[in-house]
């Protein structure tokens, strides 16, 4: 505890007597400082012992002194030490009533009492504080280490928790809680997700308090890791503001959790080196090797169903990414595979149907429908991110799912959305893929010369080219459509191969006319 007034009361060398403001003296004396100034306010910060003889003093006028004790008051002065027998055989009554009505304590200070005396006291006392504060730290420091080295971080949350006379709940680097000691004090940690959020957008080391006198609790939340963008968070809730010795607690489970993060950086670039070797490995058709490779580590991953996702990403996307899969499989148990190619692909292997695919599913979903929003207000982002989903596959059709991928990210791109799956595509209709620019291009080029004849109003080609083509080549069936005679029907397709200098008994002509026709429809 810091010194007070009360102890000072106390010190038997010191021999102080209280002649005003006796309930308030539990009050923290910062220090002892001696001014004979008129007005030493601006030189007070507050939580200050003045120390005075009233050698400039009107000490005997009651309204210079009801001025003089408000001022110190509203400066945070927390006591005044009057020394008696030096200007005034005791203290004047003006000054006494000035304090009583103030409430501030008044201490009279013999003269043998020396104010050097009362700041080596003072000095002493704060200087024992802190020692006994560094002590405590430096004890808190080795039962939190020691909790880390045995119980992994919820050890040490749980030491920490007890330092601090709170609680404490760490954060994994998608902003999601981790662990939390005690247990109630989940549903606390839950409420602060957003504020981690903020936190995690700042680069590291950041801080912020959450909370104050009119909360629940007073809440500080410390980002974790060394790199640009944080690894985990920590919050330490408390009932007030850390002292000395639980300052020093929570930095060192700041080290210590930082120090944790790192490892498991160091531990996930290796895991993402076998990761990427697997992988390697399933496309080019090894799967038994594949297998071996991947041990324990993903072997569990190859034994059922899996999904291969491929992300086209840039920015901070990437890695926003790979933290909200990477987060959701851990949070469930689930093995995940995650293989950057580049700066700007993601390649995941996740379990069909588990918290990694879904993650993926809602960040993209999240992800597109934020986009809207900020280009209906005029704006926009800058970042892409662009998804592929495979069908559920197995080891042996790893490079046929990676493919499926592929085309489904390819499709993503065309049609502007951010995520499409392959089985999407199967259950869909082939013309939607159509609205390419190349394919428009070709159908363009393709019917430019039918288009022109039939410009010049010589017949009618392009229209009875889609009849016939509708109608399977029925001659009558077709030329009932158009409402003309079969054997015009029959001309008129002469003239389109002559035209095109293709046969139409060809099937691949056929398809390629017809697709053609449909692609320039909207035209």
Known sequence: MPPTLASLVHHSALKLTVRAGEGRLDVPVRWAHVSELADPVPYMEGGELLLITALKLDAEDPQAMRRYVKRLVGAGVVGLGFAVGVNYEEIPEALVGAAEQEGLPLLEVPRRTPFLAISKAVSAAIAADQYRAVTAGFAAQRELTRQALNAGPEGLLSALAAQVDGWAALYDASGAVVATAPEWA???????????????????????????????????????????????????????????????????????LTLTTERSRSLHAAEQRVGAAVLRMLLAGQPDHARAVAGDLYGGLLDAPFRMVVADADGELPARLTEAVESAAARSGEAVLVVPEGEERLVVLAADGGAAVTACTEYAAAWEAA?????????????????????????????????????????????????????????????????????????????????EHDATGRGDLVASLRAWLSRHGQWDAAAADLGVHRHTLRYRMRRVEEILGRSLDDPDVRMELWLALKATSAD
């Open 371 to 451: 986009r809207t929003s900020a280009t209906e207000q005029g704006g926009g982002d800058d970042e892409e991110l662009v998804v592929g989903l495979s069908a559920p596959s197995g080891p042996t059709g790893a490079a046929a799912a990676y493919k499926q991928a592929e085309q489904a990210l390819s499709v993503a791109r065309r049609r502007g959305r951010v995520l499409v799956e392959h089985e999407q595509l199967a259950s869909g209709s082939v013309l939607p893929l159509l609205a390419d620019d190349a394919v428009k291009a070709f159908a363009d080029g393709l019917l430019r010369a039918l288009r």
């Open 186 to 256: 989940g549903r606390r940690a839950a409420r602060l997700t957003a504020e981690v959020e903020r936190l995690r957008e700042r680069p590291a080391p950041a801080s912020s308090v959450v909370g104050g006198p009119d909360h629940e609790d007073r809440v500080e939340l410390h980002s974790l890791g060394t790199g640009r963008r944080p690894r985990a968070a920590l919050a330490v809730g408390t009932a007030a503001a850390l002292g000395t010795a639980e300052r020093y607690a929570v930095h060192s489970a700041i080290a210590l």
